[in-house]
């Protein structure tokens, strides 16, 4: 596997191995600090306006000034890529609390930009299903994709102990989200249906409704965990892996998920329609 070369820290690019944090920073000292993480195909950032749009909102919720602007963002993209030259990649930009002086209150933020191969490959076909169990967890700022973790990291011996891949949070018996991931159903009368309340909008959750409306109704509200017993289907979706049918939700097993594999087909044509829309250019 090819090895990224450089990343990125404040106003540098360094060695990846060489690339460190204080142990003063907020991100360790209390866990403060947000990320995104998109993916590029052929050298091209797959939907990165929403992206920086989503990071951006990020950083004004948690009061971390990012330091740069939108355009010199794209600029560090780019070059992190010709340095690593990694066509397939997946790009994380994370913005720490910063070092401070008491272990409690904000400090200049830390600026980092990774990248490494992807994971997953990118087809139009669904990966196999999963197995998800349900949980009861509402988020701090839900709206915001911040580097906490803890009960997603807890749960994963309860997950492991239950023959399940991930876990579906609810609150007053209402869906939320997945850990990594924005949660779908497909109801009895065939409307797709996905929570809109206490969660983080997902990327691809948006490119997903846009893709649904030109083939069936779709509604963004409140999911009732009690709808789970009677819809036909259910999925999640995230950048990584796109679109992952989910087989059995607690004691409710769904059958196949043709919605899903319609879905993700149009929506790996939309990647690779965004992925020729703009070349990367060579130097």
């Not at 580097?147 to 749960?155: Q, T």
């Not at 607690?250 to 196949?256: A, I, Y």
Request: hydrophobic share 40%; glycine share 8%; aromatic share 8%.
């Amino acid at each position: 596997m090819h090895r990224p070369a450089f990343t990125f820290l404040n106003d540098t690019f360094l060695p990846a191995d060489a690339a460190s944090l204080s142990v003063t920073d907020l991100a360790i000292q209390r866990g403060y600090g947000l990320f995104d993480f998109l993916k590029t195909l052929g050298g091209v950032p797959i939907f990165p306006g929403d992206h920086l749009d989503r990071f951006f909102h990020s950083a004004e919720r948690m009061r971390l000034p990012v330091g740069k602007t939108r355009k010199e963002m794209e600029g560090i993209l780019a070059e992190l890529q010709r340095l690593n030259d990694i066509p397939d990649s997946g790009i994380r930009l994370t913005l720490t609390g910063g070092y401070s002086p008491d272990g409690f209150n904000i400090a200049q933020p830390n600026l980092v930009i990774t990248q490494q191969p992807l994971l997953y490959p990118i087809t139009a076909a669904c990966p196999p299903p999963i197995r998800v169990i349900s949980y009861p967890h509402q988020r701090q700022l839900p709206d915001v994709k911040t580097i906490d973790y803890l009960m997603a990291i807890h749960l994963q011996p309860h997950m492991r102990d239950r023959g399940a891949t991930d876990v579906l949070y609810h609150h007053n018996g209402i869906i939320t989200e997945c850990p990594r991931s924005n949660f779908f159903l497909v109801t009895a009368d065939n409307t797709l249906v996905t929570p809109s309340g206490n969660m983080l909008r997902g990327v691809t959750r948006g490119k997903i409704l846009g893709l649904a409306t030109e083939i069936m109704r779709t509604e963004g509200r409140d999911v009732l965990l009690s709808e789970i017993a009677t819809a036909k289907e259910a999925f999640i979706s995230s950048t990584g892996r796109h679109i992952t049918p989910v087989s059995k939700l607690d004691d409710v097993t769904f059958g196949p998920g043709a919605v899903a594999e319609k879905l993700s087909f149009l929506l790996y044509e939309a990647v690779v329609a965004a992925s020729h829309a703009t070349q990367p250019q060579k130097k």
